[in-house]
């Protein structure tokens, strides 16, 4: 279902899944509060409560936007199935699967909020204690998926998010013998272990963005349209690796040779769009040359041989800049 390679989709799917996150982890740390009877002299009960509610209504709204644009956005290999069966996707698809699932337990969540008083208050409060699973799988979700996940400051939300979490459980249900140490203890080796973790052995390095210099294999197909005198020939194709890119060259060609030429090239996720001319074209492989909008330019070297259904073409693209 992708319909734009639009920057701003991609940038909103990211910002929408680490702003759900935090309200989660707010809204799950207000509940413990609540549960374990923490007293405020500055926030009446009520008040909390309907804090607590209105997370849980802002938290369902977020996803909703970072699952609707990552099925617009053209960057992320994901068809509607891969988005509501878990497990399903190429792209990670565990850790992936998981944040799918943590959002379908949050909506079954919400049904039994919007009919808690057609339910009995045990069954109610029972399902309740399901908020501690979606907020365990977002956090796997986040942390294992996620394309920002060890940048610092997301580094420092993860480590802060997950130990006050742990320390409000500790708080919340260890034995009064082991709150007074275990509490401090908790959070502090949770906001240690985290980010040492995430910036250790689980480091993932940001997308690269506008390659310069890119030698990977290539996919597409040549399409002509026209008569033998005049005919414009067009490659279309794709480059997946260290980045998305789409290539498209068209050549006008008439009985003199050719007429006139273009050539661009998409960067995925930015949108950036270089654009420029083939310089030389051969049987099976063309040179070019493209701009960018901020004045770097980009020199093209692609070739291709026809796969063994005869559908398409197969071959490398090479960069440099």
């Known amino acids: 279902m992708h319909v734009s390679s639009n920057p701003a989709f991609w940038y909103a799917t990211r910002a929408s899944g680490i702003a759900a996150y935090v309200i989660l982890t707010v809204v799950i740390c207000i509940g413990m509060s609540m549960g374990g009877k923490a007293k405020s002299t ?29 099925a617009v956005d053209s960057f992320l290999p994901f068809s509607i199935l891969n988005l509501l069966v878990p497990f399903t996707s190429s792209y990670r698809p565990l850790w992936t699967g998981l944040g799918i699932a943590a959002a379908e337990i949050l909506l079954a969540l919400a049904v039994t909020n919007h009919y808690r008083k057609r339910i009995s208050h045990s069954f109610w409060r029972k399902a309740h204690y399901a908020n501690f699973a979606v907020w365990t799988l977002a956090s796997f979700h ?13 580094v420092m939300i993860y480590g802060l998010s997950m ?14 013998k082991l709150r007074s ?14 980010p040492s973790l995430i910036a250790g ?27 033998n005198l005049t ?17 498209r060259a068209d050549l006008l060609v008439g ?12 960067y995925l996720p930015s949108g950036d769009v270089c654009k420029g001319t083939v310089t030389d074209v ?26 063994s259904t005869g559908t398409g073409v197969i071959g490398q693209i090479q960069l440099s800049g």
């Open 42 to 70: 500055l926030w009446p009960r009520f008040s909390v409560e309907g804090i607590h509610r209105f997370g849980g209504l802002l938290v369902g709204a977020l996803i909703g936007i970072h699952v609707v644009t990552i």
């Open 142 to 154: 986040g942390v294992m998926s996620g394309t920002d996940r060890s940048v610092w400051w997301l």
């Open 163 to 176: 130990a006050s979490v742990v320390t409000l459980l500790v708080w919340r249900f260890a034995h009064q």
């Open 181 to 194: 140490g275990g509490v401090a203890l908790a959070g502090v080796v949770t906001g240690f272990a985290v």
């Open 201 to 227: 052995p689980l480091y993932h390095g940001a997308p690269i963005w506008n390659a310069k210099n890119i030698s990977e294999p290539l996919t597409g197909q040549v399409i002509r349209n026209g008569t």
């Open 231 to 247: 005919q414009i020939v067009s490659f279309v194709g794709q480059a997946k690796q260290p980045q998305k890119l789409l290539i």
């Open 255 to 266: 009985t003199q040779g050719l007429q006139h030429t273009s050539l661009q090239l998409e």
């Open 282 to 307: 051969g049987g099976t492989n063309f040179t070019g040359t493209c701009q960018l909008k901020n004045g770097e330019s980009r020199a093209v070297n692609a070739t291709w041989e026809v796969n």
